[in-house]
């Protein structure tokens, strides 16, 4: 089981769940964070600090974002698991299902 980053994050990054990670298992693309699911050790960290509400646990995702588990896992088809967010910075890529949505509106 993993953590699964939904629409709220898109075109927002705050980036916090970033800093609380322990493991580095969040990955930057181009609009979204993606938790990598091999990566990730379930801590719940990340949950409580994201200030839209866009992380929750794979079985509590709502269903109007359940196909995010699947963007989250499938983003990592190419660079696999590469041990560490930090180190690859942003990555120039989105999932389909995020690169495809019109520019998200946040209250600043």
Same mark, same amino acid.
């Given at each position: ?5 939904? !629409? $709220? ?6 980036? /916090? +769940?970033?800093?609380? &990670? %322990? @493991?580095?298992? =969040? *990955? ?7 938790? !990598? $699911? ?6 719940? /960290? +990340?949950?409580?600090? &994201? %200030? @839209?509400?866009? =992380? *929750? ?52």
């Amino acid at each position: 089981m993993t953590y699964v980053i939904a !629409q $709220p994050c898109v075109d927002l990054k705050d980036k /916090a +769940c970033i800093e609380e &990670c %322990p @493991v580095d298992c =969040i *990955y930057e693309g181009k609009r979204s964070l993606y938790i !990598q $699911p091999d990566e990730c050790v379930d801590c719940g /960290a +990340c949950e409580p600090v &994201c %200030p @839209v509400e866009a =992380i *929750y646990y794979e079985d509590d995702t709502p269903e109007q974002w359940a196909d995010y588990y699947k963007a989250n896992v499938e983003f990592f088809d190419e660079i696999g698991s590469p041990g560490g967010a930090a180190k690859m910075g942003v990555i120039d890529y989105d999932h389909p299902l995020i690169a495809a949505l019109p520019p998200q509106e946040h209250d600043e």
